[in-house]
C-alpha cells in the first residue's frame, strides 16, 4: 500500500464537482478499489469552525472537541479517494450505512492532528457491495481517535451477502426521551461547516435529482447530535457504533430514546415521532 502526503486539505467543493461529473460520465466497477492510504499532518482545529460544529450539533463549547468532529477533518481526505479516477463507482451512488468511532482520549482543540485514511476491500452485501472508509487520527505517534465507516454501492441485482455478524447497535430503542423538531435547513447548516455538500443534503429539488422527495439529514449530523444529547455522561474513552437505517426526510419531528447499559454505556436510537420506524440505532462502549 502506497502512503501519499497531503499538504493542504482540498476543497470539498471542487470534489463534488468531480464526483458530480463522475456520476454523469459512469464508471465501471472493479474488484479492487485503489490501494493508497492519504496522510494529512499537523491540522490545526480552526475555533470558528469547532464553535459552529458545536451550535449546530447541539454540543456544549469546550476546549475538548466532540468525538464527533474529527471525522469532517478527515472527510476531504475520505472525498479524494472517492473520487479518484482509478476509483471504481460513482462518488454520488455510495450509502453510509454504519459508522464506528472510537475515542481513546479526549483531544483538545488546541492539539495538532495527523490524519491517515484508507479504503478497506469490496465485500459482499445483499444489496451489492460493500466497503470500508478507515480513520485513524494521532497527535504525535500516539494513536487517540479511530473509525470505521461502512459504504454500500448498490448494483442491479442482489448479491450473496457475507456472513452476518452480530450487531454492533440495537435496533430496538428504548422508549423515546425526547422529542426532536429537525428543520428543514439542517442539511445546509451540516453543511456549511462539515464540508459536506452532498446535494441530497441541501434542498427538496437537488435531492429529487437523487430519488429523494426532500432533501435528508446527513448521518453523521444525526449521529453528533444523539451524542450532544449524551454530552456530560460519556467516558473520556468510548466507542460509539450506529447503523443508518432510513433516511431522515427534512423537515422531521423524531423520537430519541437512550438507555443505560448494565457495566456502562448506552443504547439511543432515533425513529420518527409517528410511526416509529427507525431512522438510526446505536450503542456506545466503555474503550
Not at 86 to 95: K, N
Not at 113 to 127: S, T
Not at 146 to 165: D, F, H, I, V, Y
Request: charge should be positive.
Amino acid at each position: 500500500m502506497s502512503i501519499q502526503e497531503i499538504s493542504t486539505p482540498p476543497s470539498t467543493a471542487s470534489l463534488y464537482s468531480r464526483a458530480l461529473l463522475g456520476s454523469l460520465t459512469g464508471k465501471k466497477g472493479s474488484d479492487t478499489l485503489p490501494d493508497t492510504e492519504l496522510q494529512l499532518n499537523d491540522v490545526r482545529i480552526d475555533r470558528a469552525q469547532l464553535a459552529a460544529y458545536n451550535r449546530v450539533c447541539g454540543f456544549t463549547q469546550r476546549e475538548t472537541i466532540p468525538a464527533t468532529f474529527p471525522f469532517i477533518l478527515a472527510f476531504p481526505l475520505h472525498m479524494i479517494l472517492i473520487t479518484a479516477p482509478e476509483f471504481p463507482f460513482p462518488a454520488m451512488g455510495i450509502v453510509h450505512i454504519s459508522n464506528s468511532i472510537t475515542q481513546h482520549r479526549p483531544i483538545k482543540a488546541s492539539e495538532a492532528l495527523n490524519i491517515r485514511v484508507r479504503l478497506g476491500p469490496l465485500r459482499p452485501h445483499d444489496k451489492g457491495v460493500q466497503f470500508s472508509v478507515i480513520t485513524e487520527i494521532r497527535i504525535g505517534t500516539e494513536l487517540v481517535w479511530e473509525s470505521e465507516g461502512s459504504m454500500l454501492k448498490r448494483t442491479g441485482g442482489a448479491g450473496k451477502s457475507e456472513p452476518k455478524a452480530a450487531p454492533a447497535a440495537t435496533a430496538k430503542p428504548a422508549p423515546a426521551n425526547v422529542l426532536w423538531s429537525v428543520p428543514a435547513d439542517i442539511g445546509r447548516r451540516y453543511g456549511a461547516v462539515s464540508g459536506d455538500r452532498n446535494p441530497i443534503h441541501l434542498y427538496a429539488f437537488t435531492a429529487k435529482l437523487f430519488g429523494f422527495p426532500r432533501a435528508i439529514a446527513h448521518g453523521m449530523w444525526t449521529k453528533a447530535h444523539c451524542l450532544a444529547a449524551l454530552d456530560g455522561r460519556l467516558p473520556d474513552a468510548f466507542t460509539v457504533d450506529v447503523q443508518f437505517k432510513l433516511p431522515l426526510l427534512l423537515p422531521a419531528k423524531v423520537a430519541f430514546s437512550s438507555e443505560v447499559l448494565k457495566g456502562g454505556g448506552f443504547e439511543f436510537g432515533v425513529s420518527d415521532a409517528k410511526s416509529g420506524k427507525p431512522h438510526l440505532a446505536g450503542k456506545i462502549t466503555v474503550a
